[in-house]
């Protein structure tokens, strides 16, 4: 018969003695404890200095508001009398991306003693009257003269305002090895050309400097669109019928 093994002894004070083996099954689980616990302090510690590293490409290119001056020439011939189809499209075209409520002042700069003077003096009243049908108050539009400098060509009447404009910087910077991640960081370019796309294509710079003021709610509107879905008038495709037909 198999006889079971006491792992404790009785010392000389009667007191139990703790065998060998049961010592170092102890120790080591102390030391796989210990383990679990510095591993996972290293773990943390590891996430934190990932998620601190200042890396933005908003940051390192940022999308600029200031003031940008436009300008259109407008070739004027020394036979023309009045502005043409074409000029009369360049120049609402010119002047779509002008906003009445900023204010800016509209410049018609005419030449002044090159081959085209008499007839630029003809129809520079005519490009004032355009401007203003394109939504420019006519205290607005000033009409200067500049001096050509010869007689024997053609010099163009040029139109100029000042605009807000949004712009993030020219891209293409490459200081450094893309390769060299072990900083786990973007490249010096990454997003250069996404912030330049976005400041292209936003209507209004002022945008993104903060939200416009929210415009007057139309409560007549309002209240027949409540009573509608409170009538359950709704229409064949389950949406809510706002008065249509």
Known sequence: MFQSVNPTRQTAS???????STVTLRIAAAVL???LVSGCAYLKRDHVEVGSVPDDYRTNHPIVISEKQEAIDIPVGASDESVTKTQKAAIMGFLDKYEPAGGAVVQILVPSGSA???AVAGMSYQIIDLVAEAGVPRHKIIMVPYHADSSEFSAPIRLSYTTMAAS???CGRWPDDILKT?????YANFGCS?????????????DLLGPRKPSEIDAERRVKAIEDYRDGDLNVRGDTNYGNP
């Open 14 to 20: 009667g007191r139990a003695a703790t065998s060998p």
């Open 194 to 206: 996404y912030q330049n796309n976005l400041a292209a294509q936003v209507a209004n710079p002022a």
């Open 116 to 118: 085209n003077e008499a």
């Open 33 to 35: 404890a210990g383990s």
């Open 168 to 170: 993030a910087g020219q």
């Open 182 to 186: 072990s900083e786990n960081k973007h």
